[in-house]
């Protein structure tokens, strides 16, 4: 079969820059190499909308980096749609486009019509076809009215909308797709995902790769997902069956009043697997999510709240989701951003 | 092949359309991009008028003022723009893209040479104007061979310079600082380059600027007071032999440059 996107044992590393290797030498720190990448090994199918899942500096926009041809690897090798990345780049480019989330590219002084025509531009698209296209997808995703407003006056989510055109404009075989809905509202990351899904839906032959730190994005969109960790990959799977395997049964969220103490209150208690704590300002709340070794452990962890001063608002068993999956294979959350624009 | 060259040549047009269309968008522009400039070349012709230098000093101030336009547009819009471009994440993107970067610094230099071309001939009508300046053109043809010629030699280096900044430029303001006033002096802006001294001179015509500025001086007006380097012909073949080497030296750089930074990653980290 030939796949989509193919890694064999890909590894990249960063050389620090001389002046500072010689100053860490001189403090007796450590020079070596930092490892962004390490002996990854993943394939995609063709047609697949396939998810990355990592903490920040986990490697996933390297491995973008890589496969869009912007990056070389340091050993192994990336193949997409058969071409090799570091060999044959040119011809892979044609096939290929790529959106980051935050992205800031294009001029301001030029319209989103334009912006989005220029960069079809760059792929040797038709006038007349860049601006059907555009048309129809700024129409889908409620941009149509801002189509003649400079970029520069754009909101951060009309902003990414266009992004997202302008990736898909030049209908690439393979997109790549980092963290497209970064720092975007509810609604707006919720249109983006279904804007990606329908088309997915509508271009079954083609490709997705996207990289995200959002669980449940990752969850509800994607074919299989990867999760990797200080460049390192841990599980290769579809969604439900990562949760399947690697979720434990005994996940509990409890409430209690907002914990000012600093610290867990959980820390070292044998029953518990991992907690995480998610504090709630505004609510005067803070939930505890909470993986047990097995359901007896719920009494040891009231008690321990109880003796830490914790009032026990609720318990609640929760079904496992792909975050409680990534907890227990990492062994801690992801640094920031918890699904908090879902 | 021919897929290929379509594709080049749309994206030529697709970045030069950003200058061409985007940058007459904003009417601050004229105060800036022409009023500015001006004073400056009002300032000169004032004290040569002063100090009764002969009349062509004043058209030779006219004159550079409008060719500095092109050497600030190849300084702030050539050289330093894959720097800046990198910093708003469209280098990237042109990375990915299916074609030459070639391609993209040919649309910035069309772009650009459009754009600095209504400002030059502004500044060029007003001083004109003002000042009563006279011209002697004594060869059209001549005139518009050395004028594209310093065009492209220059934009040559604008863009040899561009893949130099793009990777070491971590502040490419100050690098393009640092060329702007020496190349004023070196170049004879406002003065005959003869006017160095002979060895000087010849140093100076290292720069193509200063060829293309002689030349076309000598083509406009008359006198002693041209005080030539060269003869317009000799300046002609050394302009063609930079317009050469500098356009194959860019493209050298760029893809050593795009290489070096896909082996370090610097290309595409903001802020180095």
Redesign the interface.
Known sequence: MEWAIETQDLRRTFRNRPVRRLLRRAVGGPVQDHVALDSVDLTVQPGELFGILGPNGAGKTTIIKILSTLLLPTSGRAIVDGLDVAREPESLRRRINMVSGGEHSGFGILTVRETIWMFAQFYGVPTKVAHARADAMMERLGLTEAADTKTSKLSTGMRQKMNIIRGFVSDPKILYLDEPTLGLDVGVAREVRAFISEWMHEHPERTVLLTTHYMAEADSMCDRVAIIDKGRVLACDTPASLKRELAPDCVYQIEVPLWTDGGNPLDELAVVRSAAMEHRGDQGRTHIRVILEDEAGIGAVTSRLAQRGARVLSVNRLEPSLEDAFLNLVGHGLSSGNGENH | MK?NL??NL??I???A??RI???N??PSWLFFEVLLPLLAVFGFAMIYRGLGAPEQYIGFVVVSGAMIAFWQNILWSMAAQFYWEKE???L????????SRMSILLGMAIGGIFMTAIRAIGILVAGTFVFGVAYQVTNWPALILVFFLTMSAIYGLGMLASSLFMLFGREAWHTANLFQEPVYFLTGFYFPVRSLGSLTAMAASAIPLTLGLDAIRQLIFSGNAVNPLFTVRTEVLLLIVATVILNWAALKALRYMEYLG????R??LKGQ
Do not use: D
Not at chain 2, 93 to 98: E, K, N
Not at chain 2, 262 to 265: N, P, R
């Open positions: 897929q379509m594709t749309r994206a047009w697709g970045r359309y950003v269309v985007g940058a968008r904003e708003m994440g469209n990237e993107l042109y990375l990915i893209a299916p074609i896909k082996s370090t990653g290309l595409t």
